[in-house]
């Protein structure tokens, strides 16, 4: 694997959640932080959440309160649980190194809130 597997997207509907999981390479996930990206249609990708190895993260201000970022290090896996979700938060998420080093990108997982 040489590639992040993201998986767990889906549409729900405005005040939803959705967790999202991924795994990641081995020397990716043991290098230290991970991070959750995002990009909208037409839109960069953008730097959702950070969980360093310990457990301790850090979110977007757009994520603060409504997302928890999580991981099992036995497994190479990060987690994001995203509640009230709105319909601005619909986009493809991404897991990577945190801070994004180059890293190969896997191919997300598409996330749509509407009503």
């Known amino acids: 694997q040489v590639q992040p597997v993201e998986s767990g997207g889906g549409s729900v509907q405005p005040g939803g959640s959705l967790r999202l999981s991924c795994t990641a390479p081995?020397?990716?996930?043991?290098?230290?932080?991970m991070g959750w990206y995002r990009q909208a249609p037409g839109k960069s990708r953008e730097w959702v959440a950070r969980i360093y190895p310990r457990g301790e993260a850090m979110y977007a201000d757009f994520a603060e309160g409504r997302f928890t970022a999580s991981r099992d290090n036995a497994k190479n896996t990060v987690f994001l649980q995203m509640n009230s979700l709105k319909p601005e938060d619909t986009a493809v998420y991404y897991c990577?190194?945190?801070?994004?080093?180059?890293?190969?990108w896997g191919q997300g997982t598409q996330v749509t809130v509407s009503s």
């Open positions: 081995q020397s990716m996930f043991s290098a230290g932080g």
């Open positions: 990577n190194r945190a801070p994004y080093i180059g890293d190969s």
